[in-house]
């Protein structure tokens, strides 16, 4: 070995080298966790079944890749962070185990201007109610569930009656926002109810804002005082598919500017198979856009300014102008956004990026007509 070692140092002069062998990734063992949360539980609890935590916010520091925090039915403080990274074969996921059932409200004296502020990557938020309408001292709430990380998904959530008597401000909100501020790369936002969002005529405020590449899917949104879905900053590459909006100031804006991470257009974003029905505008591009977007087998209809403002040169196809027949509407109260028989609406969606249940967890079968609108009939 002496002899060896000798040799190579002295050939090190002509050009000897010892090469290591290629590294091999090893991807470290997760091992899956449960924590549990409970109305009647303990922040001091070790967060099992028997002894659960009483917030999320303890349930945030405990979490490790892999973790999957259960939320039992009850009312709980928002306004807390999650910081911890998941992983992408070891998400962590923040679940309410009855949908809607878990209610987070604003505490009686609120230090943040959010309900949910997660910053960490790899993430589900499912299944939870976001209700901002209590009376609160301190900071009320301009957004509800915001992500500024990567890979997430907030989905079956229901956002409801954030900034509605606040002052219009250019510092703005959403009931629910995906950010690229912090580098945010790509996040999901399915199956969603998303209502009562900002005062009336504020344009700052949105439902569902998204300034990263992403999905926006089977969302129900209504009552908002800007867009329902509105894309800005960073967007681009963004998949907007069988949503329905109605009884807002627009339905789906796609634009980009003010850029934080890229230089923009909005480009290659694809808006299809959804309603917009019943907005003071319908679909419309604004800023900085590309010519690669699309606008296929959409429902749009009766908004009273303009049903379509789209950039200079593009066109859209397949559009159905005609009511959407939904079995129940009204611009107040609840409104019953599933297709009654006759709807026009009923088989006309492309198939294409149509994958997954609807609004109700009803399959889209691809052997099937797809609808358009959030409710499969």
Known sequence: MITTLCACAALAAVGCTVKDKHP?????????????????????????????????????????????????????????????????????????????????VPPPVSGTDMAWDNRASYIDIQGFEVDGSPRTEGQPWTTGIYSGGSYNRIASNHVHHIATTLPCTSKGGSGIGVDSYYKGMYSEVIGNSVHDIGPAGCRYVQGIYVNTPGTVRNNIVYRVAEAGVHLWHDAHKVIVVNN??????????????????????????????????????????????????????????????????????????????????????????????????DSPAIGKGLEHGADGPDFYGKSRDQNESVDIGACQH
Not at 67 to 85: A, C, D, E, H, K
Not at 89 to 99: G, K, L, W, Y
Not at 265 to 289: C, K, L, W
């Open 244 to 341: 329905t909006i109605t009884a807002s100031n627009t339905g789906i804006l796609v634009g980009g500017g003010d850029f934080y991470h890229t230089r923009g257009p909005n480009d290659h974003t694809h808006v299809f198979n959804n309603i917009v029905y019943d907005n003071r505008y319908g679909i419309s591009e604004q800023g900085a856009t590309g010519k690669h977007n699309s606008y296929r087998n959409n429902l749009v209809f009766g908004n009273k300014e303009a049903d379509w403002r789209l950039a200079e040169g593009m066109r859209h196809a397949g559009t159905i102008a005609a009511a959407p027949g939904f079995l129940s509407y009204s611009r107040s109260g609840t409104p019953d956004f599933r297709l009654a028989a």
């Open 24 to 104: 091999v990734a090893v991807t470290p063992e997760v091992v899956p966790t449960e924590l549990w949360v409970a109305q009647d539980g303990l922040d001091s609890n070790p967060g099992t079944r028997a002894a659960p935590l009483r917030s999320l916010a303890r349930a945030a520091q405990l979490v490790t890749p892999g973790t999957t925090v259960n939320v039992l039915p009850g009312t709980y403080q928002g306004g807390f962070r999650t910081s911890i990274n998941g992983m992408a074969n070891a998400r962590i996921v923040f679940r309410s185990t009855e949908r809607w059932q878990a209610r987070l």
